[in-house]
C-alpha cells in the first residue's frame, strides 16, 4: 500500500484514500484499517521518502571531498527527492505533521551539522555562525524554495538555483572564480 500510495502522490499529490486504495488493489477500509487517517498515510509516505534521502545521503557522503561539495551534493538529493514527491508540500500543515516532520528532519540536521562543523574547521564557511544556526537556516532556505514552487511563483529549476546561491551566502562562501 505504501508503494502504491508513493508512486500515486508524485503523480497526483491531492490523490484521496480511494484512488490510493485502488493504486494498492486493496479496498479503501483496508487503507484505513492500516493508517487511519490520510495525515497518518502521509506521514508514512514522508518516512518513507526520509529513508531514501538517508540512504542516498550516506551514499553521496562515501565520495568524501570538501565539505561544501558535500554540502551541496545532499542539498541536490534532497530536492531531487522534493521534486518526484510534490506531496511533500502537504506535510508540515497540522501540528501533528509539524511535530513528525521534526523528528523526520533529526538525523538530516545531524549530518547537516556535521558538514558545517568540517566547513567551519576548514575555513570553507563563515566560522562566526553557531553551526546549528546555520543548518536551521539552510534547512529554512528549502521549505522556502519549496513553498515558492509550491505556490508557483518559482519554477523547480530557479528555486533550486536560488536556493544554492542563498545556502552559500549563508554559508559565507566566497564565490570561487572572483578577482582580489
Given at each position: 500500500m505504501l508503494d502504491a500510495a508513493?508512486?500515486?502522490?508524485?503523480?497526483?499529490?491531492?490523490?484521496?484514500?480511494?484512488?490510493?486504495a485502488a493504486a494498492a488493489g486493496v479496498t479503501r477500509q483496508t487503507v484505513y484499517a492500516h493508517f487511519g487517517t490520510r495525515?497518518?498515510?502521509?506521514?508514512?509516505?514522508?518516512?518513507?521518502?526520509?529513508?531514501q534521502a538517508m540512504a542516498a545521503m550516506d551514499e553521496a557522503e562515501e565520495h568524501?571531498?570538501?565539505?561544501?561539495?558535500?554540502?551541496?551534493?545532499?542539498?541536490?538529493?534532497?530536492?531531487?527527492?522534493?521534486e518526484r514527491n510534490p506531496?511533500?508540500?502537504?506535510?508540515?500543515?497540522?501540528?501533528?505533521?509539524?511535530?513528525?516532520?521534526?523528528?523526520?528532519?533529526e538525523p538530516v540536521a545531524?549530518?547537516?551539522?556535521?558538514?558545517?562543523?568540517?566547513?567551519?574547521?576548514?575555513?570553507?564557511?563563515?566560522?562566526?555562525?553557531?553551526?546549528?544556526?546555520?543548518?536551521?537556516a539552510v534547512t529554512a532556505l528549502g521549505h522556502?524554495?519549496?513553498d515558492e514552487v509550491g505556490a508557483e511563483r518559482l519554477s523547480a529549476?530557479?528555486?533550486?538555483t536560488w536556493l544554492r546561491t542563498a545556502t552559500l551566502a549563508v554559508l559565507g562562501v566566497k564565490p570561487r572564480n572572483s578577482a582580489p
Amino acid at each position: 500500500m505504501l508503494d502504491a500510495a508513493l508512486r500515486l502522490l508524485a503523480e497526483r499529490p491531492d490523490a484521496g484514500m480511494a484512488a490510493i486504495a485502488a493504486a494498492a488493489g486493496v479496498t479503501r477500509q483496508t487503507v484505513y484499517a492500516h493508517f487511519g487517517t490520510r495525515d497518518a498515510l502521509l506521514n508514512a509516505v514522508a518516512d518513507r521518502i526520509t529513508d531514501q534521502a538517508m540512504a542516498a545521503m550516506d551514499e553521496a557522503e562515501e565520495h568524501g571531498g570538501p565539505a561544501l561539495d558535500s554540502l551541496l551534493r545532499l542539498q541536490d538529493i534532497g530536492w531531487r527527492l522534493f521534486e518526484r514527491n510534490p506531496v511533500l508540500l502537504q506535510l508540515g500543515s497540522t501540528h501533528a505533521g509539524a511535530d513528525a516532520d521534526r523528528v523526520r528532519h533529526e538525523p538530516v540536521a545531524a549530518r547537516l551539522t556535521r558538514l558545517i562543523e568540517k566547513g567551519q574547521q576548514s575555513g570553507e564557511f563563515d566560522p562566526a555562525p553557531p553551526a546549528t544556526w546555520l543548518v536551521a537556516a539552510v534547512t529554512a532556505l528549502g521549505h522556502a524554495a519549496g513553498d515558492e514552487v509550491g505556490a508557483e511563483r518559482l519554477s523547480a529549476e530557479e528555486a533550486a538555483t536560488w536556493l544554492r546561491t542563498a545556502t552559500l551566502a549563508v554559508l559565507g562562501v566566497k564565490p570561487r572564480n572572483s578577482a582580489p
